[in-house]
């Protein structure tokens, strides 16, 4: 079982910029497809980011160029940087680790961290 622990969400003014943190307790970290995800209030959970143990980065459409995703493997540590933050991207966030184990999906979570924007 991996615990992941996200940290660094708060309130942040339009235009604004965080640094989200996931920790995960894991001796293979390296070995994970480590994601961010989001959630708003009455959508569903949503790709933000994505990066492979090789380090191939993913994102989705809306925050190319503006958040960047980057992993630290030997603090087993995840980040999201933030930037021009927008109101509607007002959510949880939460970091996923995934692997295949032979032809199994391995997929833990984190309990998610607020990000809210607003003036």
């Known amino acids: 079982q991996v615990q992941l622990v996200e940290s660094g969400g708060g309130l942040v003014q339009p235009g604004g910029s965080l640094r989200l943190s996931c920790l995960a307790s894991t001796s293979i970290f390296s070995l994970y497809t480590m994601g961010w995800y989001r959630q708003a209030p009455g959508k569903e959970r949503e790709l933000v980011a994505s990066?492979?143990?090789?380090?191939?980065?993913n994102y989705e459409d809306s925050v190319k160029g503006r958040f960047s995703i980057s992993r630290d493997n030997a603090k087993n540590t995840l980040y999201l940087q933030m930037d021009s933050l927008q109101p509607e991207e007002t959510a949880v966030y939460y970091c996923?680790?995934?692997?295949?184990?032979?032809?199994?999906?391995?997929?833990?979570w984190g309990q998610g961290t607020q990000v809210t924007v607003s003036s």
């Open positions: 990066i492979t143990s090789g380090g191939y980065t």
């Open positions: 996923n680790a995934f692997r295949l184990d032979g032809h199994t999906r391995v997929s833990y």
